[in-house]
C-alpha cells in the first residue's frame, strides 16, 4: 500500500493549483485516508474502467504503462523540482492517458522516486 499524508497532500494541493481535477482527486486520497491504490481505483470506476487485478499492483501497472511519457528528459528536471505543470498539460494532450488516474499516478512516481521510477527506462536507453 502507498500512502500520502496529510501534509504532503497539502504539498500537492500547491503543486496541482492549477488543475481542479487534480484537487478533487486529493479530495478523495484525503478521503481514503492517504491510499493512493484504494483512491485510484476508486477514481478508475468512476471513470468507467473495471480494474481485475489488485489496487495495487494495477496502480503500479498503471504507472507502469505511462513511464515513457512521465520519464521523457524534457519532463524530468521540472518533476525532481516539484513541477507537474508541463507533464499535465501534456497528458491532457494524450487522450488514452485518463485524466481522472494523472494525480494518484503522479503522487505514486514521486513516493516511488523519480531516479527509482525512471531508471529502467533509462537502463534500456543506455544500451
Do not use: H
Not at 504532503?8 to 500547491?14: D, L, P, V, W, Y
Not at 491532457?92 to 503522479?106: A, M
Amino acid at each position: 500500500m502507498t500512502t500520502v499524508t496529510s501534509q504532503e497532500i497539502a504539498q500537492f494541493r500547491s503543486k496541482f493549483a492549477n488543475y481542479p481535477p487534480a484537487l478533487q482527486a486529493l479530495d478523495l486520497i484525503e478521503d481514503c485516508d492517504g491510499d493512493l491504490e484504494d483512491a485510484a481505483m476508486t477514481l478508475a470506476i468512476k471513470a468507467g474502467q473495471q480494474p481485475e487485478i489488485g489496487n495495487s499492483e494495477w496502480l503500479d501497472s498503471l504507472a507502469k504503462k505511462w513511464r515513457s511519457l512521465i520519464c521523457q528528459q524534457e519532463w524530468r528536471a521540472d518533476l525532481a523540482e516539484g513541477s507537474v505543470d508541463k507533464l499535465i498539460e501534456q497528458i491532457q494532450k494524450t487522450p488514452t492517458f485518463p485524466t481522472v488516474l494523472v494525480t494518484p499516478v503522479l503522487l505514486y512516481v514521486f513516493k516511488q522516486g523519480i531516479p527509482e521510477f525512471c531508471e529502467p527506462l533509462d537502463l534500456v536507453t543506455e544500451e
